[in-house]
Structure formats: C-alpha cells, structure tokens
Nanobody
Framework: QVRPVESGGGLVQAGGSLRLSCAAS????????MGWFRQAPGKEREFVAA??????NTYYSDSVKGRFTVSGDKNTVYLQMNSLTPDDTALYYC?????????????????????WGQGTQVTVSS
C-alpha cells in the first residue's frame, strides 16, 4: 500500500504561482512513478504531469508544458505551477504507480496508477 496525500492548493490570481506537494507513505520503495492529474467540475480527470524514478523522466500535458514542473523523490513529489490561468482551476490529484513501462505515454493514463490521494483544490481567479 502507498498513501499519497496532497497539499498546497488554494486560491490564486491569474498569472500567479502555486506549488503543490504530495507526501507519500507506506511502501514507497515499490513505486515506479508518481503522477499528477486534475479534474474540473463536469469534466473528466485529465493527465497533468508525471515523473518516473528510472531515468528520472518527466512528462507533461500540452496544456501545462512550459508552465508546470514536476520534481521530487519517492517520498515527496512537487508540482510547481506558474503562469496560472482560470482554465487550471480543478481538483488536483497525486497518484502512485508500481508498474513499469518502456513507453512514456502509459504514465499519462489514470489506469497506470493504483494509489490515489484525496485531491487538493486549485482555484485561479481572473
């Protein structure tokens, strides 16, 4: 079992920044990657960013590339979010995977992740 817990969400003006944290506990040594996803009201959960421990590869959705940065280790993962816009408003989830893939795009799929946090709300005002 791996237990991710998100923090750092809040209300910010457009153009501002926030840093989300994800503290993982339990059998974190079994994880191969951590991902960030978000879900806005009435929309499906979407991939934001991921980091793998083998090769320290990072992946981003096109909508956040160049603005968000994922970093960290097996115990704590961060999502630095800059140049925020109202479209970034959502509930942000951290998730842990214990699966290994050679194809990076697999880490952009929710089904890759077996352990999820409860989410932290990010609201960007215009």
């Amino acid at each position: 079992q791996v237990r991710p817990v998100e923090s750092g969400g809040g209300l910010v003006q457009a153009g501002g920044s926030l840093r989300l944290s994800c503290a993982a506990s339990g059998r974190t040594f079994t994880t191969t990657a951590m991902g960030w996803f978000r879900q806005a009201p009435g929309k499906e959960r979407e991939f934001v960013a991921a980091i793998t421990w083998s090769g320290s590869n990072t992946y981003y959705s096109d909508s956040v590339k160049g603005r968000f940065t994922v970093s960290g280790d097996k115990n704590t993962v961060y999502l630095q979010m800059n140049s925020l816009t109202p479209d970034d408003t959502a509930l942000y989830y951290c998730a842990a995977s214990t699966l290994t893939y050679r194809i990076g795009s697999y880490y952009q799929t929710p089904r890759t992740y077996g352990y999820w946090g409860q989410g932290t709300q990010v609201t960007v005002s215009s």
